[in-house]
């Protein structure tokens, strides 16, 4: 009896250790923008608009790069457009500049965290880790040699977000703001009916020193909803400004 008891005591306290045990990691994701050239195309200039079909056709894919030492993470994407996209293409260069300020999540928070510019103005545009209501299936595929399982969500606009999580990476943290499944996300695609975003893992290495992820602090502190209230006060403020100018001389 006490053989067993000192065999269970053992076995709890490694899988606690284990479930407890911080690795750094960097998962590398090829994104993957899939736009419907027939609903935007009035929106594109006439001049532009060969151009952007060709590039919408070839497909635009940009590669990310998540990073997480399991209390803190950040996800960016990487310098070079994907092989499989032209560094030139005006859709990819466009993604990358918008989404060139990094997205930090600190999960001893709760929060995630945005650098954003506008109107001169740094913005660090903060709040609490989405909840995206996770649905947990029985569905079960494999992506890139792993296991993983379904899950669905939704988002704070109503868009529905399909994510395939694997509990053989045991990682609560996923691409771009997806997080908090039973392991890392290994894929997950989200959009509407003129855009459809698909990040796919193409890679994961354990690191063996720690990663340091520093959380910018220069800015004016906003929500989102903040955020989006001081750049239609910023337009409007431009627009007001313009409309006083006598472009006539």
Same mark, same amino acid.
């Not at 609903?39 to 060709?54: E, G, S, T």
């Not at 609490?128 to 569905?139: A, F, H, V």
């Given at each position: 009896? =006490?053989?067993?008891?000192? !065999?269970?005591t053992?076995?709890?306290?490694?899988?606690?250790?284990a479930?407890?045990?911080? &690795?750094?990691?960097?998962?590398?994701?090829?994104?993957e923008?899939?736009?419907?050239?027939?609903?935007?195309?009035?929106?594109?200039?006439?001049?532009y608009?060969?151009a952007?079909?060709?590039?919408?056709? %070839? #497909?635009?894919?940009?590669?990310?790069?998540? &990073? *997480?030492?399991g209390?803190?993470?950040?996800?960016?994407?990487?310098? +070079?457009?994907n092989n499989?996209?032209?560094e $030139? $293409? @005006?859709?990819?260069?466009e993604?990358?500049?918008?989404? *060139?300020?990094?997205?930090y999540?600190?999960?001893v928070?709760n929060?995630?965290i945005?650098?954003?510019?506008? #109107?001169?103005?740094?913005f660090?545009?903060?709040?609490k880790?989405?909840d995206?209501?996770? %649905? !947990?299936t029985?569905?079960k595929?494999?992506?890139?040699g /792993?296991?993983?399982t379904k899950?669905? #969500?939704?988002? &704070?606009? #109503?868009?529905?977000?399909?994510?395939?999580?694997?509990?053989?990476?045991?990682?609560?943290d $996923?691409?771009?703001?997806f997080?908090?499944l039973p $392991? !890392?996300i290994?894929k997950a695609?989200?959009g509407?009916?003129? /855009?459809?975003?698909?990040f796919t893992? =193409?890679?994961?290495?354990i690191?063996?020193?720690?990663? &340091?992820?520093n959380?910018?602090? =220069?800015? +004016?502190?906003?929500?989102?909803?903040?955020? @989006?209230?001081e750049?239609?006060?910023?337009?409007d403020?431009?627009?007001? @400004?313009?409309q006083?100018?006598?472009?006539?001389?």
């Amino acid at each position: 009896m =006490k053989k067993l008891l000192l !065999l269970t005591t053992i076995a709890i306290f490694g899988f606690v250790n284990a479930q407890t045990k911080k &690795e750094n990691i960097r998962v590398t994701y090829a994104t993957e923008f899939i736009i419907d050239y027939e609903k935007i195309k009035d929106n594109i200039p006439a001049d532009y608009r060969a151009a952007f079909k060709a590039e919408i056709d %070839k #497909g635009i894919v940009v590669n990310f790069r998540l &990073e *997480s030492n399991g209390e803190k993470s950040v996800f960016r994407p990487e310098e +070079k457009v994907n092989n499989a996209q032209d560094e $030139g $293409g @005006m859709l990819a260069q466009e993604i990358m500049a918008s989404e *060139s300020n990094p997205l930090y999540k600190d999960y001893v928070n709760n929060e995630f965290i945005n650098v954003r510019e506008f #109107g001169g103005k740094t913005f660090l545009v903060k709040d609490k880790l989405p909840d995206y209501q996770w %649905k !947990l299936t029985k569905e079960k595929s494999k992506i890139n040699g /792993f296991n993983v399982t379904k899950a669905t #969500g939704t988002d &704070e606009e #109503g868009n529905v977000i399909t994510a395939w999580y694997s509990t053989e990476l045991p990682y609560k943290d $996923g691409p771009y703001r997806f997080s908090n499944l039973p $392991g !890392l996300i290994v894929k997950a695609e989200f959009g509407n009916e003129d /855009f459809t975003t698909v990040f796919t893992m =193409k890679d994961i290495v354990i690191l063996d020193k720690p990663i &340091e992820v520093n959380i910018p602090t =220069k800015g +004016k502190s906003v929500t989102d909803e903040e955020f @989006m209230t001081e750049v239609k006060a910023l337009q409007d403020k431009y627009k007001e @400004m313009n409309q006083g100018v006598d472009v006539s001389k």
